[in-house]
């Protein structure tokens, strides 16, 4: 069946690192791919989606590019805030209505 | 506008009580997910609802869940005779669901975190 494998946390940066969370799927068909976020107290908020191969989703400073011949979804930032402490969820989506979610990585930034 | 909404916020039970969770979709949105978080874990996937069609209920994990959808408004989730083992965050998501396909966003609300003794 459908799966998400992320890497697992907690992912522990100073503030202004470099971020990758790594997210690898299987899936049949051509499915969209999604980043979730959780800030502390929180509900879960789209952060970004890419719906076909090749295309980068992008938002607040992250990105993630849909790479259909490795079958990835990677989450990248170049500098990390405080404020991105969160747990973040790769997921995806076949077209059969539910999301399949990945088990979330934490990251903790410090100052 | 509001997003989805949820009730209780949290909700402590006794082993073999029944218990109702209640979702209140974002207005305008045909479809309704309900998906169980427990702790350490991604979220599972229980219940989507489309409208009037027949719900796909392929999730739920066992006879003792259910959920019923008036139309495309309010949802209630609801646990009978709960074991220590429901316990969890369940959240509600809505999509608008225009396009029919995977690349629907869906819309989550804050859960309603379960805690059974």
């Known amino acids: 069946g459908d799966s998400v494998t992320q890497m697992e946390g907690p992912v522990t940066l100073s503030e202004e690192a470099f971020l990758t969370i790594n997210c690898t799927y299987t899936?049949?068909?051509?499915?969209?791919l999604f980043w979730y976020v959780q800030y502390p107290g929180e509900g879960l908020q789209l952060l970004l989606k890419a719906t076909k191969a090749d295309d980068k989703g992008s938002n607040k400073g992250f990105e993630a590019t849909y790479r259909k011949e490795t079958t990835s979804f990677h989450l990248e930032k170049g500098s990390v805030q405080v404020s991105d402490s969160a747990v973040y969820f790769c997921?995806?989506?076949?077209?059969?209505?539910?999301?399949?979610f990945g088990t979330g990585t934490r990251l903790l930034v410090s100052p | 506008g509001a997003g989805v909404s949820q009730s209780p916020s949290n909700k402590v039970t006794e082993k073999g009580k029944d218990v109702e969770l209640r979702c209140d979709p974002i207005?305008?949105?045909?479809?309704l997910y309900w998906y169980r978080q427990r702790l350490g874990q991604g979220l599972e996937f229980l219940i989507y609802?489309?409208?009037?069609?027949?719900?796909?209920k392929s999730g739920l994990p066992s006879d003792r869940f259910s959920a019923e959808r008036t139309g495309e408004s309010v949802s209630t989730l609801t646990i009978q005779r709960t074991q220590q083992e429901d316990s969890a965050v369940y959240l509600c998501?809505?999509?608008?669901?225009?396009?029919?396909?995977?690349?629907?966003?869906?819309?989550f609300g804050p859960g309603t975190r379960l805690t059974v003794l």
């Open positions: 998501a809505s999509s608008s669901r225009t396009s029919g396909r995977a690349t629907d966003t869906q819309y």
């Open positions: 207005s305008g949105h045909t479809a």
């Open positions: 609802f489309q409208g009037n069609s027949a719900p796909d």
């Open positions: 899936a049949t068909g051509y499915p969209s």
């Open positions: 997921a995806l989506n076949t077209g059969f209505q539910k999301l399949v």
